[in-house]
């Protein structure tokens, strides 16, 4: 098992709880009902970290904005895409993944993330299914001064190959902002997962990022 815990910034002095404090609450922020309403701009943006949302080359598409999910389809009957909100319902809490890699009480970050989750994204590879076209998921912050928290936990069953896409953004003009991300990768006996992640963060984004990996 690996577990990261990198910041991404190293010349802010205040403490965490401080930063909890400073930004708004994703939830809070009224945001977009529909990718259409994205501008050019900021398909352009999303462009530049990864996500193509034209693109028929993928298998399936993630995106959410602040705290709200606007697509999510998959094309491939052999790779499951949910938000993990459906997921933690669908598969009655997710109980043999859900914090078991990171632990939920290891700082004040990822107790905001258990206590106060935005959503995520659940990306789940089926046995022996080869997905030959990658998925893309994308964690978009569009407003200022705003605090981003979701958890993410992909699954690559036995003998699955699955390649993710990754792009984590800011809106062009946005310089404030806080994320806060949980990451769970489970890749089961004889599975390959790539994964590839891109960051395009605003000038004064602070990124709390904490990753778990299981490989059987």
């Known amino acids: 098992m690996n577990y990261s815990e990198n910041h991404y910034d190293t010349k802010d002095l205040r403490s965490d709880e401080d930063l909890l404090e ?21 398909l352009e943006r999303l462009k530049q970290t990864g996500i193509d ?7 399936g598409t993630f995106v959410q904005t602040n705290s709200s999910v606007l697509k999510c389809d ?15 319902k669908k598969y009655n809490g997710l109980k043999d993944y859900w914090w078991k890699l990171v632990p939920a009480e ?7 993330a258990d206590q106060k989750l935005d959503n995520g994204y659940f990306i789940r590879a089926f046995p022996g299914e080869k997905v030959i076209y990658p998925l893309q998921t994308c964690l978009y912050m569009r407003n200022e001064n705003v605090a981003q ?20 953004s800011t ?3 946005l310089k404030s902002g806080l994320h806060i991300g949980i990451s769970e990768f489970y890749v089961k006996k004889g599975a390959k997962l790539t994964f590839t992640m891109v960051h395009n963060w605003g000038e004064n984004v602070y990124v709390r990022p904490r990753t778990g990996i299981m490989v059987e």
């Open 22 to 42: 400073t930004f708004t609450p994703a939830s809070e922020v009224e945001g977009p009902k529909d990718v259409g309403e994205f501008k050019e701009e900021e």
């Open 53 to 59: 949302l034209t693109n028929p080359d993928r298998t």
């Open 74 to 88: 998959c094309e491939s009957q052999g790779v499951e895409l949910l938000p993990i909100t459906e997921a933690f």
């Open 106 to 112: 290891k700082d004040a970050f990822t107790r905001e």
């Open 149 to 168: 928290r979701v958890h993410n936990i992909v699954i690559a069953e036995e003998g699955s190959e699955l390649h993710i896409i990754t792009g984590c």
């Open 171 to 173: 809106h062009p003009h």
